[in-house]
């Protein structure tokens, strides 16, 4: 079975790490369901504080795929900026060399 993509999984991880705390203020703290803007802040507070904590590996993981992709694509475009030099150096060397020789 295929893994899942990093990036998907600390998404998930992150979202559930706060609507879960937010779900709670809300249901067991009636004072929240008046300010939901409080728990709001709470839950991204707490939030945060459980992504720092716990998701320390999935974090690793998304950002070594996220450099893996940069990697990939420049060496692509590395490769193609040095055909063109190679073709322009080529060009100058031919212009260069003196006909009547």
Do not use: H
Not at 41 to 60: D, H, K, Q, V
Request: glycine letters at 2%; hydrophobic letters at 50%; zero cysteines.
């Amino acid at each position: 079975m295929k893994k899942p993509a990093p990036i998907l999984v600390y998404t998930v991880l992150r979202l559930l790490a706060f609507l879960v705390p937010l779900a709670i203020l809300w249901v067991f703290f009636p004072i929240f369901r008046e300010f939901w803007w409080l728990a709001a802040i709470f839950a991204a507070l707490i939030g945060m504080s459980i992504s720092m904590l716990f998701l320390r590996t999935p974090l690793t993981d998304a950002s070594a795929r996220l450099q893996e992709r940069r990697e990939s694509r420049t060496s692509g475009g590395q490769a193609d900026a040095d055909a063109e030099d190679q073709a322009i150096d080529d060009t100058s060397t031919s212009v260069d060399e003196d006909p009547r020789s």
